[in-house]
């Protein structure tokens, strides 16, 4: 298992910011991955408007995962009308 880190945009007018990050949660476990720490930074405008909206909710997940089910996990983001945008970084070893 290798080390990641995702920030992940939500869509600013959720009802339940907390029920959507541990979805994200959920899919990262269901693929075999183990959650390392989980941090919201709250709401913040954008520069610019991503899909017509100009503020978004900021989530930070640190997990480790196979490197072959990245891919997967881009995919289910991607497929989820709350998430914006995602952004998922393989950590250094050391």
């Not at 920030?7 to 009802?15: G, S």
């Not at 941090?39 to 997990?63: E, M, N």
Request: charged share 30%.
């Amino acid at each position: 298992m290798r080390l990641y880190e995702m920030v992940t945009i939500f869509q600013a007018d959720l009802e339940d910011h907390k029920a959507a990050v541990e979805e994200i949660e959920g899919v990262v476990r269901n693929l075999g991955g183990e959650i390392e720490k989980s941090s919201s930074w709250g709401k913040r405008r954008f520069a610019y408007p991503i899909q017509k909206q100009t503020d978004g909710f900021y989530a930070v997940l640190s997990f480790s995962l196979e490197p072959s089910q990245v891919s997967e996990l881009e995919r289910l983001l991607k497929l989820k009308t709350q998430v914006l945008r995602h952004l998922v970084i393989a950590l250094d070893e050391a």
